[in-house]
Protein backbone atom coordinates (compact mmCIF):
# COMPACT_ATOMS: atom_id res chain seq x y z
CA UNK A 1 0.00 0.00 0.00
CA UNK A 2 0.95 3.61 -0.12
CA UNK A 3 3.42 5.00 2.37
CA UNK A 4 3.93 8.57 3.06
CA UNK A 5 6.68 10.31 4.24
CA UNK A 6 7.60 14.08 5.38
CA UNK A 7 9.77 16.24 6.59
CA UNK A 8 11.09 17.97 8.71
CA UNK A 9 9.09 16.75 11.29
CA UNK A 10 9.54 20.10 13.16
CA UNK A 11 10.61 23.57 11.42
CA UNK A 12 10.84 26.78 12.83
CA UNK A 13 11.06 29.99 10.96
CA UNK A 14 11.39 33.53 11.79
CA UNK A 15 8.07 36.02 10.33
CA UNK A 16 8.82 36.88 6.80
CA UNK A 17 11.12 34.40 5.98
CA UNK A 18 10.06 30.93 3.79
CA UNK A 19 9.60 27.67 5.04
CA UNK A 20 9.46 24.38 2.61
CA UNK A 21 8.30 21.17 3.49
CA UNK A 22 9.17 18.30 1.31
CA UNK A 23 7.06 14.53 1.15
CA UNK A 24 7.90 11.25 -0.66
CA UNK A 25 5.33 8.66 -1.47
CA UNK A 26 6.14 5.27 -2.84
CA UNK A 27 3.04 4.21 -4.91
CA UNK A 28 3.64 5.20 -8.65
CA UNK A 29 -0.15 5.24 -8.52
CA UNK A 30 -0.67 8.01 -7.03
CA UNK A 31 -2.36 10.77 -8.96
CA UNK A 32 -3.56 13.47 -6.28
CA UNK A 33 -1.77 15.29 -3.59
CA UNK A 34 -3.30 17.29 -1.28
CA UNK A 35 -2.02 19.03 1.75
CA UNK A 36 -3.74 19.66 4.81
CA UNK A 37 -3.32 22.03 7.37
CA UNK A 38 -3.98 21.13 11.03
CA UNK A 39 -4.15 24.03 13.89
CA UNK A 40 -3.93 23.08 17.39
CA UNK A 41 -7.08 21.27 18.31
CA UNK A 42 -9.10 21.98 15.27
CA UNK A 43 -9.80 19.79 12.60
CA UNK A 44 -7.23 19.59 9.16
CA UNK A 45 -8.58 21.70 6.16
CA UNK A 46 -7.46 21.57 2.74
CA UNK A 47 -5.22 24.22 1.77
CA UNK A 48 -3.55 23.57 -1.52
CA UNK A 49 -3.40 20.28 -3.91
CA UNK A 50 -2.08 19.03 -6.85
CA UNK A 51 -2.42 16.42 -9.38
CA UNK A 52 0.09 15.10 -11.68
CA UNK A 53 -0.54 15.86 -14.67
CA UNK A 54 0.47 19.57 -12.96
CA UNK A 55 4.02 19.94 -11.95
CA UNK A 56 3.50 23.32 -9.69
CA UNK A 57 0.57 25.26 -8.46
CA UNK A 58 0.48 28.32 -6.43
CA UNK A 59 -2.04 30.22 -4.69
CA UNK A 60 -0.92 33.45 -2.74
CA UNK A 61 2.04 32.91 -0.72
CA UNK A 62 1.90 28.88 -1.15
CA UNK A 63 3.05 27.06 -3.89
CA UNK A 64 3.72 22.69 -4.25
CA UNK A 65 5.99 21.58 -6.53
CA UNK A 66 5.41 17.57 -7.61
CA UNK A 67 8.11 15.44 -9.36
CA UNK A 68 6.32 12.08 -10.37
CA UNK A 69 9.35 10.37 -11.54
CA UNK A 70 11.09 10.86 -8.18
CA UNK A 71 8.25 10.23 -6.20
CA UNK A 72 8.45 13.91 -4.44
CA UNK A 73 6.63 16.99 -3.79
CA UNK A 74 7.12 19.67 -1.76
CA UNK A 75 4.53 22.81 -0.18
CA UNK A 76 6.63 26.14 -0.01
CA UNK A 77 5.26 28.98 1.92
CA UNK A 78 6.52 32.73 1.38
CA UNK A 79 6.44 35.18 3.62
CA UNK A 80 5.47 33.42 6.87
CA UNK A 81 3.10 34.83 9.26
CA UNK A 82 2.58 33.97 13.63
CA UNK A 83 -0.81 32.71 12.04
CA UNK A 84 0.84 30.13 9.45
CA UNK A 85 1.76 28.42 12.63
CA UNK A 86 0.07 24.98 12.83
CA UNK A 87 0.57 21.01 11.88
CA UNK A 88 1.15 20.95 8.14
CA UNK A 89 0.18 17.27 6.73
CA UNK A 90 0.83 16.19 3.00
CA UNK A 91 -0.79 13.11 1.28
CA UNK A 92 -1.24 10.84 -1.60
CA UNK A 93 -4.33 9.41 -3.50
CA UNK A 94 -4.57 7.30 -6.55
CA UNK A 95 -7.47 9.75 -7.46
CA UNK A 96 -9.66 12.43 -6.08
CA UNK A 97 -12.11 9.81 -4.83
CA UNK A 98 -10.15 7.01 -3.65
CA UNK A 99 -8.80 6.46 -0.20
CA UNK A 100 -6.29 9.29 1.05
CA UNK A 101 -2.82 8.30 2.38
CA UNK A 102 -1.55 11.28 5.17
CA UNK A 103 2.02 11.76 5.95
CA UNK A 104 3.23 12.09 9.57
CA UNK A 105 2.86 15.70 9.89
CA UNK A 106 5.37 18.89 10.18
CA UNK A 107 4.65 21.35 13.17
CA UNK A 108 5.63 24.66 11.12
CA UNK A 109 6.17 27.76 14.36
CA UNK A 110 6.88 30.96 13.04
CA UNK A 111 8.46 33.38 15.77
CA UNK A 112 7.29 36.69 15.18
CA UNK B 1 -25.22 23.95 4.99
CA UNK B 2 -24.21 22.13 7.79
CA UNK B 3 -20.55 20.53 8.34
CA UNK B 4 -19.53 17.27 9.10
CA UNK B 5 -20.80 16.48 12.89
CA UNK B 6 -19.26 13.56 15.19
CA UNK B 7 -20.46 12.21 18.53
CA UNK B 8 -19.63 11.91 20.96
CA UNK B 9 -16.89 14.25 21.45
CA UNK B 10 -14.96 12.92 23.86
CA UNK B 11 -15.46 9.30 25.89
CA UNK B 12 -13.39 6.51 28.27
CA UNK B 13 -13.97 3.12 28.16
CA UNK B 14 -11.99 0.36 30.14
CA UNK B 15 -9.76 -2.40 27.94
CA UNK B 16 -12.52 -4.97 26.41
CA UNK B 17 -15.53 -2.59 26.59
CA UNK B 18 -17.14 -1.59 22.76
CA UNK B 19 -17.42 1.31 21.44
CA UNK B 20 -19.44 3.35 18.61
CA UNK B 21 -19.03 6.51 16.81
CA UNK B 22 -21.04 8.20 15.01
CA UNK B 23 -20.53 10.49 11.93
CA UNK B 24 -23.02 13.04 9.73
CA UNK B 25 -21.67 13.77 6.47
CA UNK B 26 -21.71 16.97 5.42
CA UNK B 27 -25.18 17.73 3.18
CA UNK B 28 -24.63 16.36 -0.45
CA UNK B 29 -21.91 14.18 0.28
CA UNK B 30 -22.13 10.60 -0.21
CA UNK B 31 -18.51 9.16 0.66
CA UNK B 32 -17.59 8.71 4.18
CA UNK B 33 -14.21 8.00 5.55
CA UNK B 34 -12.38 7.46 9.20
CA UNK B 35 -9.02 8.02 10.34
CA UNK B 36 -7.01 7.44 13.30
CA UNK B 37 -4.89 10.00 14.74
CA UNK B 38 -3.07 9.19 17.53
CA UNK B 39 -1.55 12.40 19.88
CA UNK B 40 1.44 13.68 17.35
CA UNK B 41 0.89 11.63 14.70
CA UNK B 42 -0.69 12.06 10.87
CA UNK B 43 -4.40 10.93 10.22
CA UNK B 44 -4.42 7.06 9.75
CA UNK B 45 -6.90 5.47 7.33
CA UNK B 46 -9.01 3.47 8.82
CA UNK B 47 -11.28 2.75 5.71
CA UNK B 48 -14.10 3.99 3.54
CA UNK B 49 -17.86 3.99 2.89
CA UNK B 50 -19.29 4.98 -0.76
CA UNK B 51 -22.76 4.68 -1.16
CA UNK B 52 -23.06 2.51 1.82
CA UNK B 53 -20.34 -0.30 1.11
CA UNK B 54 -16.97 -0.24 1.95
CA UNK B 55 -15.13 0.99 -0.84
CA UNK B 56 -11.34 0.47 0.83
CA UNK B 57 -9.34 -0.39 4.16
CA UNK B 58 -6.31 0.43 6.05
CA UNK B 59 -3.96 -1.58 8.21
CA UNK B 60 -6.46 -2.13 10.75
CA UNK B 61 -8.01 -5.64 12.64
CA UNK B 62 -11.40 -6.91 11.75
CA UNK B 63 -12.11 -5.48 15.25
CA UNK B 64 -12.94 -1.98 13.44
CA UNK B 65 -16.02 -2.12 11.68
CA UNK B 66 -18.07 0.76 10.04
CA UNK B 67 -21.62 1.35 8.41
CA UNK B 68 -22.78 3.78 6.24
CA UNK B 69 -26.79 4.44 6.31
CA UNK B 70 -28.76 5.31 3.41
CA UNK B 71 -28.82 9.12 4.33
CA UNK B 72 -24.68 8.49 4.21
CA UNK B 73 -24.39 9.25 7.87
CA UNK B 74 -21.95 6.69 9.26
CA UNK B 75 -20.67 4.74 12.52
CA UNK B 76 -17.20 3.31 13.30
CA UNK B 77 -17.41 0.59 15.82
CA UNK B 78 -14.60 -0.68 17.89
CA UNK B 79 -14.53 -4.32 19.77
CA UNK B 80 -12.84 -5.67 22.47
CA UNK B 81 -10.73 -2.21 22.79
CA UNK B 82 -7.22 -1.48 23.72
CA UNK B 83 -4.76 0.72 25.62
CA UNK B 84 -3.05 1.58 21.86
CA UNK B 85 -6.88 2.35 20.56
CA UNK B 86 -6.59 5.56 22.38
CA UNK B 87 -6.87 8.68 19.88
CA UNK B 88 -8.30 10.99 17.98
CA UNK B 89 -10.92 9.54 15.62
CA UNK B 90 -11.66 11.57 12.53
CA UNK B 91 -14.54 11.51 9.97
CA UNK B 92 -14.49 13.18 6.85
CA UNK B 93 -16.95 13.59 4.01
CA UNK B 94 -16.63 14.21 0.58
CA UNK B 95 -18.83 14.46 -2.76
CA UNK B 96 -17.20 11.74 -4.77
CA UNK B 97 -19.19 11.46 -7.50
CA UNK B 98 -16.47 10.75 -9.88
CA UNK B 99 -16.50 14.67 -10.21
CA UNK B 100 -15.40 15.68 -6.77
CA UNK B 101 -12.57 17.46 -6.64
CA UNK B 102 -10.99 15.61 -3.82
CA UNK B 103 -11.10 17.69 -0.78
CA UNK B 104 -11.94 15.66 2.54
CA UNK B 105 -14.50 17.89 4.82
CA UNK B 106 -13.30 16.52 8.66
CA UNK B 107 -15.58 16.85 11.39
CA UNK B 108 -13.69 17.92 15.25
CA UNK B 109 -13.31 14.46 15.99
CA UNK B 110 -14.17 12.07 18.99
CA UNK B 111 -11.20 11.78 21.29
CA UNK B 112 -11.35 7.84 22.67
CA UNK B 113 -9.67 7.30 25.41
CA UNK B 114 -8.96 3.31 26.54
CA UNK B 115 -7.84 3.29 30.51
Known amino acids: GENVEQHPSTLSVQEGDSAVIKCTYS??????FPWYKQELGKRPQLIIDIRSNVGEKKDQRIAVTLNKTAKHFSLHITETQPEDSAVYFCAASETSYDKVIFGPGTSLSVIP | ETGVTQSPTHLIKTRGQQVTLRCSSQ?????VSWYQQALGQGPQFIFQYYREEENGRGNFPPRFSGLQFPNYSSELNVNALELDDSALYLCASSPTDRGGTGELFFGEGSRLTVL
Open chain 2, 27 to 31: SGHNT
Open chain 1, 27 to 32: DSASNY
